[in-house]
């Protein structure tokens, strides 16, 4: 039997370890963190005692790589999947505005959707309409070298449509600027979400905390398949013998017994254990703040389970019962603030759009992940590496690698499976 040592718990090392141990290859997986899932996690509130999420995470029907790994590990039902898009904004007259694809069938429900979107004008929906009939046929080429946001005006979208839908779903989706995002990543995710069937532009939530939904079922599925889990253990060094890794040294062990090693952790962390250049990796990342904002008060009046924020540097807000945990993303302008600053700022704005006595509020919490993904910008695109290295037997995964979609789960999920694919084919 054919041993494996992944490094790092998050969803790609996981997703990693879940097929490698179903092929019945023996895997120990390092993470360094007393808890499983990286950057997707979710802990007890203290003061409330309710589970909330390291931030919030919402997944799309077009996330095939993740759907087919809840489905391996058996948590598909912790999740809750719409049958139709259904998207519900609001604006700061404290109207709602819907895209809502639940009439007619595909593809003319989403074409409905958008010329039903009123907070966009005639013209605009139209000039809408007529870019994403137009998607199929843009040249990949044109787009490498392009932002976001030039490529949208080049394609007639004005600044209203701009603000009313194409910064909330590419902030949301880039995590960062407009500007300074790849237009072939966003062409991409487009041609996803509106191209691949109805189920594609559809929204997925998860029903419990993130550790809950989906890290403690790949934890049971590894196990159940002999797999090994060591938390709080940190690799911090490799030893390298003709262009092959001999040992893995952490900071309460070392390691020498294993065929394949898999990096599943971010590029920073592998620059602390050894120059990235040395496995040809040539990209250097830079990376944006999420900020999460959970505000507990009794009588929350709002129905849906989550609405986007018009024109706002709130973009998000989740309905949960009796607390609203409203999103910031590209939030690095928020970095150098106190909390109580960002509190303020946030019920502020947040006032603008919904009925809130501040007096209810209960209690409150700011969460920032300060490197929360990295920028994907068009100079990285083709530089984002494999998952083979310049070592035979060392492997890399993570959201980062070149999965040809942005930092999300989803890419995580995906380097995992590839990775895990790789290591197979060589046996
Ligand atoms: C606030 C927030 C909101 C997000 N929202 C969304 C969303 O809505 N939709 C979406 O799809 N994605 C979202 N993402 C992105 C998504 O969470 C990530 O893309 C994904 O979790 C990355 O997984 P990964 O396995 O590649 O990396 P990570 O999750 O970073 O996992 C790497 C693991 O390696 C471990 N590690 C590092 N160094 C070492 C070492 N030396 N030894 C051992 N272990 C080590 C780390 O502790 C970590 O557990 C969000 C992220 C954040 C932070």
């Given at each position: 039997m054919k041993n494996c040592l992944v490094i790092g718990g998050g969803i790609a090392g996981l997703t990693a370890a879940s097929i490698l141990t179903s092929k019945n290859i023996s895997v120990t997986l390092l993470e360094a963190s007393p808890k499983l899932g990286g950057r997707t996690y979710s802990f007890k509130d203290q003061e409330t005692k309710t589970t909330i999420d390291n931030g919030q995470h919402i997944l799309m029907g077009c996330y095939i790589?993740?759907?087919?790994?809840?489905?391996?590990?058996?948590?598909?039902?912790?999740?809750?999947?719409?049958?139709?898009?259904k998207l519900i904004f609001l604006s700061k007259d404290k109207n709602k505005y819907q895209l809502n694809a639940d009439k007619l069938f595909y593809p003319l429900n989403l074409l409905c959707?958008?010329?039903?979107?009123?907070?966009?004008?005639?013209?605009?929906?139209?000039?809408?309409?007529?870019?994403?009939?137009?998607?199929?046929?843009?040249?990949?080429?044109?787009?490498?070298?392009?932002?976001v946001l030039d490529w949208l005006i080049q394609n007639n979208q004005n600044e209203n449509s701009i603000k009313m839908f194409w910064e909330i779903l590419g902030v949301g989706a880039l995590n960062t600027n407009l500007k300074n995002a790849s237009a072939l990543l966003f062409h991409n995710i487009l041609m996803q979400i509106f191209f691949n069937g109805n189920y594609s532009s559809t929204i997925v939530l998860p029903k419990f905390g993130l550790s809950e939904s989906i890290v403690e079922p790949a934890e049971k599925y590894i196990f159940k398949n002999g797999g090994k889990i060591i938390t709080s253990e940190k690799v911090k060094e490799l030893k390298i013998l003709n262009e092959k890794v001999i040992e893995v040294i952490t900071d309460k062990s070392s390691y020498k017994d294993f065929d394949?090693?898999?990096?599943?952790?971010?590029?920073?962390?592998?620059?602390?254990?050894?120059?990235?250049?040395?496995?040809?990796?040539?990209?250097?990342?830079?990376?944006?703040?999420?900020?999460?904002?959970?505000?507990?008060?009794?009588?929350?009046?709002?129905?849906?389970?989550?609405?986007?924020?018009?024109?706002?540097?709130?973009?998000?807000i989740f309905i949960k019962y009796n607390h609203i945990n409203i999103v910031i993303s590209d939030a690095d302008y928020l970095d150098e603030?106190?909390?109580?600053?960002?509190?303020?700022?946030?019920?502020?704005?947040?006032?603008?759009?919904?009925?809130?006595?501040?007096?209810?509020?209960?209690?409150?919490?700011?969460?920032?992940?300060?490197?929360?993904?990295?920028?994907?910008?068009?100079e990285i695109l083709d530089l984002r590496p494999s998952c083979k290295t310049k070592f035979s037997n060392l492997f890399l995964a993570g959201d980062w690698?070149?999965?040809?979609?942005?930092?999300?789960?989803?890419?995580?999920?995906?380097?995992?499976?590839?990775?895990?694919?790789?290591?197979?084919k060589t046996l």
């Open positions: 790589e993740t759907l087919s790994f809840l489905k391996q590990i058996g948590a598909e039902n912790n999740f809750v999947f719409q049958q139709n898009l959707a958008i010329l039903n979107y009123d907070v966009l004008t005639l013209s605009e929906k139209l000039s809408f309409i007529g870019f994403i009939l137009r998607l199929p046929f843009i040249s990949q080429r044109t787009l490498k070298t392009k932002n394949f090693v898999i990096f599943a952790t971010p590029l920073f962390s592998i620059e602390k254990i050894i120059d990235p250049t040395l496995l040809g990796v040539n990209v250097d990342l830079t990376y944006s703040t999420i900020l999460n904002i959970h505000i507990w008060i009794d009588d929350v009046a709002l129905n849906e389970k989550f609405y986007g924020l018009l024109d706002s540097p709130l973009h998000w603030k106190s909390k109580v600053e960002v509190y303020n700022i946030a019920i502020m704005e947040l006032q603008k759009f919904i009925d809130i006595d501040e007096k209810k509020i209960k209690h409150y919490k700011i969460i920032k992940e300060k490197r929360a993904t990295f920028i994907p910008t068009k690698t070149n999965t040809g979609l942005p930092s999300t789960i989803e890419s995580a999920a995906k380097s995992g499976r590839l990775v895990a694919e790789e290591i197979i």
